[in-house]
């Protein structure tokens, strides 16, 4: 056979396409997509009318879809099958997406939170103003014992999960300012931040508001060593400076195992509204 202008080499076609010479060749081997004339030396040559074809393939088997799944479908192909194989391929790049964009958020979040941490004034107590904020909160009554308490925060993290919700911030915990005494304290509650569309998203509407304000807070790299010390210092300074502090001091980690080595390298963050 002559090659006609009208069709594209192997070479030419596979170019378009960015993909390589063999993958055709495998295509044809697996009977999903032939070129439209073989010549008699073998040659393979495919029409323009094949381009939006070979698109739809790729972009299948971008989306993990098997080749004996695109066979199937090539071998009874008709509209009503064509219909069929991209509504269900529709759901798979709609969930795709909805985690690609959570995913953008979580990134976002934690290079804002690693930033905090690498600009933190450890030691030192500061004043900030915080937003208003939502938060799914679970309560703990358990002992002051630290497996309790890490089973208790895996809880917390499936009952989010449950709820459909995979927020991008750390899981964090209240201490109640009336439990801090001068040999200890204890967690009432484990807490995340969602953002109001979450919420909206996953259908829930008792979430816990707290109202931003005027707080003070120190920073520590010590982990949770320094805890108790840290309330002490908040609670001494507020008295110091004539401010009423508030109801719970939030604990909330800022670097993790992801950026520092080691738990007891934690930066961890204590804060409690002030008046």
């Not at 192909?77 to 509504?87: N, T, V």
């Not at 807490?191 to 509407?205: F, K």
Request: hydrophobic share 35%; net charge negative.
């Amino acid at each position: 056979m002559k090659k006609n202008k009208e069709y594209f080499t192997t070479g030419e076609f596979a170019r378009i396409f960015g993909v390589k010479k063999q993958t055709l060749f495998h295509y044809d081997q697996c009977g999903i997509f032939r070129p439209d004339v073989t010549g008699e030396n073998g040659y393979r040559y495919y029409s323009f009318a094949q381009l939006e074809t070979f698109a739809v393939i790729s972009m299948l088997r971008e989306l993990d879809v098997s080749i004996a799944e695109i066979k199937e479908h090539m071998d009874r192909r008709s509209p009503e099958s064509l219909i069929s194989l991209l509504q269900s391929k529709r759901q798979q790049v709609d969930s795709k997406i909805a985690y690609l964009q959570w995913s953008k958020k979580y990134i976002e979040t934690k290079i804002r939170t690693t930033q905090e941490g690498l600009s933190a004034p450890i030691g030192e107590i500061i004043f900030e103003n915080a937003p208003d904020e939502f938060m799914v909160t679970t309560d703990y009554k358990g002992a002051d014992d630290e497996k309790q308490i890490m089973e208790a925060v895996g809880d917390h993290f499936a009952f989010c999960h449950n709820l459909g919700l995979y927020s991008a911030y750390p899981i964090g915990a209240m201490i109640p300012a009336s439990s801090v005494t001068k040999t200890g304290y204890k967690y009432d509650k484990f807490y995340t931040v969602v953002h109001p569309d979450e919420l909206r998203q996953a259908g829930i509407t008792d979430a816990a508001f707290d109202r931003g304000g005027n707080y003070i807070a120190i920073y520590d790299n010590q982990g949770y060593t320094n805890i108790h010390a840290n309330c002490l210092k908040l609670l001494e300074y507020a008295r110091a400076h004539g401010l009423t502090a508030g109801d719970h001091f939030y604990e909330d980690v800022i670097l993790d195992d992801l950026a520092t080595d080691g738990y007891y390298n934690y930066l961890v963050k204590l804060s409690v509204r002030v008046e």
